[in-house]
């Protein structure tokens, strides 16, 4: 059982920067690839960025890339989601999920295990 905790959400303006974190339980933390998706109200999960365990792989949605940078720090069992020149349309709640092993589909949201409760995001025009 992998329990997973977000931090870092809040409010900010237009062009702004942000940081979550996502911190897990558990070790065997580099052995997990980790996904970042967020949900703005009405919308279904949107796939943000994913990471393998040891870090050489990253992946990000086309709405993101360029603008967020996922990194992980193992020996933390954590998980960072740098978000730069963040717009309004980022606006949503944040979640971290995790899967142990390599994953078929990293963008695919059923193919992870385990979930943070969320974090929000709101950004301001």
């Known amino acids: 059982q992998v329990q997973l905790v977000e931090s870092g959400g809040g409010l900010v303006q237009a062009g702004g920067s942000l940081r979550l974190s996502c911190a897990a339980s558990g070790r065997t933390f580099g052995s997990y690839v980790m996904g970042w998706f967020r949900q703005a109200p009405g919308k279904e999960h949107e796939f943000v960025a994913a990471i393998s365990g040891s870090g050489a792989l990253k992946y990000y949605g086309d709405s993101v890339k360029g603008r967020f940078t996922i990194s992980r720090g193992n020996a933390a069992n954590t998980v960072y989601l740098q978000m730069s020149s963040l717009k309004p349309e980022d606006t949503a709640v944040y979640y971290c999920?995790?899967?142990?092993?390599?994953?078929?589909?990293?963008?695919?949201?059923?193919?992870?295990?385990?979930w943070g409760q969320g974090t929000q995001v709101t950004v301001s025009s």
């Open positions: 999920a995790a899967k142990a092993g390599p994953i078929a589909t990293p963008r695919a949201v059923a193919s992870y295990d385990y």
